[in-house]
């Protein structure tokens, strides 16, 4: 149900920038839009966006156990297709993360398998591309409303976990690991935001929103372990681990507070 209703998103969104870009000659020949901000059509900006990050497990083997705090930064760029209605894309660095608590192996420094119950916390950097429709009230006083929905891409450049063992004596910890290997290289979002632009001068303008955005893309690319009678991960004759049929999933999500300036 849920997938479906996403796709349903993806279809309107569509069908709506088809209507508003059909509308783009009107507004450009339109007598009455003449003053210098409505005749622009394209202007940058830049934009910082602090923001909480989680994965949403999917599957049984997983539980979702912490969030993370982390930032977005980089260069919008916004296209005028009427008065009101922009299209919105740039270019960003967003660091995402998430906790996960899973049954797993520990790999003694003899090299040694031995179950362990694990949390991981996950470190990711992605190259997003925000691919959104901006809906605009006209200026009231200096201030102007919007809201603003669409896709978002990100492309994985990085990635290392932090992994915490129990059941094993001392409890060990391992910082920093390299886990690139075991995540997606590309995280879908569906974005959904508002805010307020606040005009200094000009075409200057300042930008406060808070946006959702919803992962639907699994970002875990590994193996889950086999769960044994005893509710531990399953070792072979060899002490080897020994791994499911089903694969693990988790979803990325975020929440950010979108701050920046247009000029």
């Known amino acids: 149900m849920i997938q479906k209703t996403k796709i349903l998103t993806l279809i309107l969104f569509g069908l709506l920038f088809v209507n508003l870009s059909a509308q783009e000659d009107n507004f450009s020949n339109d007598p009455v839009v003449n003053t210098e901000n409505e005749e622009r059509k394209i202007r940058f900006g830049l934009q910082l966006n602090p923001h909480i990050s989680w994965l949403t497990a999917n599957t049984s083997d997983l539980e979702s156990e912490g969030s993370k705090l982390g930032l977005t930064y980089g260069l919008s760029t916004e296209f005028f297709l009427t008065k009101n209605y922009l299209f919105s894309t740039g270019l960003f660095i967003a660091s995402l993360g998430g906790e996960l608590a899973y049954e797993g192996i520990y790999?003694?420094?003899?090299?040694?398998?031995?179950?362990?119950?694990?949390?991981?916390?996950?470190?990711?950097?992605?190259?997003?591309?925000?691919?959104?429709?901006?809906?605009?009230?006209?200026e009231i006083g200096y201030i102007t409303y919007f809201g603003q929905f669409g896709l978002k891409s990100g492309f994985k450049f990085k990635s290392t976990s932090d992994f915490s063992y129990a059941d094993i004596n001392n409890s060990p910890k391992i910082e920093g690991v390299n886990t690139a290997s075991d995540i997606f290289f590309i995280n879908m979002n569906l974005t959904v935001g508002a805010g307020i632009e606040y005009s200094i001068?000009?075409?200057?303008?300042?930008?406060?929103?808070?946006?959702?955005?919803?992962?639907?893309?699994?970002?875990?690319?590994?193996?889950?372990?086999?769960?044994?009678?005893n509710g531990k991960a399953a070792l072979d004759i060899d002490g080897e681990p020994i791994y499911a049929d089903k694969d693990p999933s988790a979803n990325m999500n975020y929440v950010s507070l979108n701050i920046g300036i247009f000029f």
Request: aromatic content about 6%.
């Open 107 to 138: 790999e003694d420094n003899n090299g040694v398998s031995v179950p362990s119950s694990i949390q991981q916390t996950y470190s990711i950097k992605y190259i997003e591309i925000p691919l959104t429709l901006k809906l605009r009230t006209n």
């Open 201 to 229: 001068s000009g075409n200057t303008t300042l930008m406060l929103g808070l946006t959702y955005n919803n992962g639907f893309i699994n970002q875990l690319d590994k193996k889950a372990n086999l769960i044994g009678a």
